[in-house]
Nanobody, 117 residues
Framework: QVQLVESGGGLVQAGGSLRLSCAASGDTICISAMGWYRQAPGKEREFAAAISWSGGSTDYSDSVKGRFAISRDNAKNTVYLQMNSLKPEDTAVYYC??????????WGHGTQVTVSS
């Protein structure tokens, strides 16, 4: 099992930036991908961004493409989400996940991002 700890959330004004971090520990040897989902109040959890652990290929939802950038540091087992040009509709709890080579998925506890207008 992989343990995930997110950090970097907070309150920011519209147009501002935040960088989220997610550190993985435990059974990290077989991580194949990591990424972020988010859940706004009253809405379902939705995909935001993902990165493959070996080749570093990335994927983004249409709602964040061009504004968010996901990156990884394999040596630190850490994934980052740089969020720029933030909008009030980006307000959500952001959850980090890790998928292993057996397609098992572990989740972090989430970090709150609030964007004020």
């Amino acid at each position: 099992q992989v343990q995930l700890v997110e950090s970097g959330g907070g309150l920011v004004q519209a147009g501002g930036s935040l960088r989220l971090s997610c550190a993985a520990s435990g059974d990290t040897i077989c991580i194949s991908a990591m990424g972020w989902y988010r859940q706004a109040p009253g809405k379902e959890r939705e995909f935001a961004a993902a990165i493959s652990w070996s080749g570093g290929s990335t994927d983004y939802s249409d709602s964040v493409k061009g504004r968010f950038a996901i990156s990884r540091d394999n040596a630190k087992n850490t994934v980052y989400l740089q969020m720029n040009s933030l909008k009030p509709e980006d307000t959500a709890v952001y959850y980090c996940y890790a998928e292993d080579c057996w397609t098992r998925v572990d989740w972090g506890h989430g970090t709150q991002v609030t964007v004020s207008s």
